[in-house]
């Protein structure tokens, strides 16, 4: 049992430091943990309610994959592929918000790995939980700045028939909205909350901008079409297998729930905010996912032409059959278009803290690079980083775009990855019932690799507690097993799914690093503070 003493004020590394952080309880909170704080908390609840809902964008993302549950499930099953993948979520989320709850720090999952896991196995585990964060955070990145820039090319497309759209004017496009998002984290202080509060307006009266001129100039299919019609349009043996490989359309529009953690330390009150911005989230994008999907499969006209739309999204087609009007369409696309660069922006802020929390317990190369902080408590070199994956990424789609679209599968398989493995040991602790309750005295909020283990302000007490949580798990196993499946019984070459021969790739790539050296330098979160 490790013993920490516990001071009345964080310790600083200059004078500097010490007058921004002194007598704020989240710093002290922060030491408790073995960090010592070095970035300023400029989000509050709204802020990181903000970018916590436009970086998960559910009814935005929905429509760029709910064809992938529309080929395989078809309407009725990307109805109830929907419901599964909400109720899933939500769990895992409440997972995520426990632990967020007992340990606010920008690492997140493998923090928690290291604190939850047998001493034995700690080191190796939470070493692979903060690599498969990496992948998946990195690839989510660059799935979702891809996206952004082929959905712009895909709005000129419509309106200008004359434009010859080439894949090399789709990754340039994606670069340009990689410069607007890291400039706009280099800017650093307020502005990045305050850009998230508006964003999340936009959001929730966006969907509303879309939804009701939509549903209102369209013609509509009966009930029976929407609830009752399935389809394996993948020649999967059975419907039910079908379903399943349909079920990572809904899922993606629920990635990145975790997205806040890595903000932890920048966010005022983080014990109490953070889980509170999690599972608001859920609940706002959730239903405006339902609506929009719901929305959507009513009005959705002619499928075959909207899946065969030359803008690359039939979303797009759909906007123009409903409305028949090319300057409401793009009126309407504007919205996604402002939404998903948005996100872009806050994606890159979590992305670079989650690895520079990785990179500040030396587990990756160049950690004493990417471990330093600006003289605006920003971490510049692991944001360069990770713009500078993605942009190399984009290249991708110049020789295929459906290779890239494996990038969003690593993406998926990564994050789930890193959740099930802590979800799993909380689970695994739980049952045992090696995690306290709080009594408010210092000696019990202390959450470090060999302490006691308590819980934070919000958890969910007893048996319900027990089956949320395996219900998380067991839907997280799921969910990673069919993201890499392709999309049809027999693919082709270039329609198979290779996300995991990357994803495995990369973690082989670890395991091997880690064996070379990171076992010698990497033990698990490093004890900053006494």
């Known amino acids: ?176 909205t ?29 969907f509303f901008a879309i939804i009701i001129p939509l549903t209102y100039m369209s013609d509509h299919k009966t009930d029976r079409e929407v609830f009752l019609e399935f389809l394996n349009g993948g020649n999967f043996a059975t419907q039910g297998l079908s379903w399943f490989v349909g079920l990572s359309g809904c899922v993606f529009a629920f990635a990145g729930g975790d ?4 903000m932890a330390e920048e966010v005022a009150n983080a014990s109490v905010a953070i889980p509170r911005a999690i599972m608001l989230s859920v609940l706002i994008n959730g239903s405006l996912g339902f609506g929009m999907l719901i929305g959507i499969l009513y009005c959705a006209g002619d499928i075959d032409a909207a899946l065969n739309s030359p803008t690359g999204y039939p979303y797009i087609e759909i906007f123009y059959q409903g409305t028949g009007s090319l300057s409401g369409t793009l009126a309407m696309c504007s919205i996604l278009l402002i939404i998903g660069i948005a996100s872009c922006i806050g994606m890159l802020a979590a992305t670079s803290r989650q690895f520079w929390s ?78 306290s309750q709080d009594n408010g005295s210092d000696e019990t909020t202390v959450n470090v690799p060999g302490a006691k283990l308590v819980w934070g302000p919000f958890h969910v007490r007893g048996i319900w507690g027990i089956l949320l949580n395996g219900y998380a798990v067991i839907y997280m196993i799921i969910v990673i097993f069919f993201s890499y499946w392709p999309s049809d019984m027999n693919p082709s070459v270039q329609d198979m799914n290779y996300s995991v021969v990357g994803t495995v790739g990369v973690v082989f790539l670890a395991i091997v690093y880690y064996f070379a050296r990171a076992r010698h330098i990497y033990q698990g979160p490093v004890l900053e503070t006494s």
Not at 180 to 202: H, M, Q, Y
Not at 259 to 262: E, I, M, N
Not at 377 to 387: M, Q
Not at 394 to 419: E, F, Q, R, T
């Open 259 to 262: 997205a806040a953690v890595h």
């Open 178 to 206: 990689l410069v607007v998002a890291l400039l706009s984290n280099l800017v650093g202080g307020r502005f990045l909350p305050r850009l998230e509060g508006f964003v999340l307006v936009i959001h929730i009266l966006g």
């Open 358 to 435: 990785f990179a500040r317990d030396r587990g990756v190369p160049g950690w004493r690079l990417w471990t330093q902080i600006s003289s605006r408590h920003l971490p510049v070199y692991s944001t360069l980083l990770t713009t500078t994956i993605a942009t190399l990424l984009g290249l991708i789609n110049i020789g295929s775009d459906v290779a890239l679209n494996d990038i969003l599968s690593m993406a998926v398989s990564g994050i789930y990855s890193s959740y099930l493995i802590a979800g799993g040991l909380l689970l695994y602790r739980r049952c045992k019932g090696d995690i």
């Open 1 to 176: 049992m490790a013993s920490y003493e516990l001071k009345d004020r964080p310790v600083f590394t200059n004078e500097a430091d010490e007058d921004i952080f002194a007598g704020d309880n989240d710093a002290i909170q922060l030491q408790r943990l073995g960090k010592k704080p070095v970035l300023k908390r400029n989000f509050g609840v709204l802020s990181i309610l903000g970018l916590s809902c436009t970086i998960l964008a559910t009814w935005e993302g929905l429509l760029d994959t709910f064809t992938i549950a529309l080929t395989n499930g078809g309407s009725a099953g990307a109805v109830y592929a929907y419901i599964f993948a909400w109720t899933g979520t939500a769990c895992c989320f409440l997972v995520l918000s426990e632990m967020a709850s007992m340990a606010p720090t920008s690492g997140g999952q493998y923090h928690w790995t290291a604190m939850l896991a047998p001493a034995r196995y700690m080191k190796f585990l939470s070493y692979i939980t903060g690599w498969l964060a990496v992948i998946g955070w990195q690839t989510a990145f660059a799935s979702a700045a891809y996206l952004s820039g082929t959905e712009i090319q895909g709005v000129a497309i419509l309106a200008n028939e004359a434009y010859n759209a080439m894949s090399y004017q789709g990754t340039l496009i994606m670069w340009a």
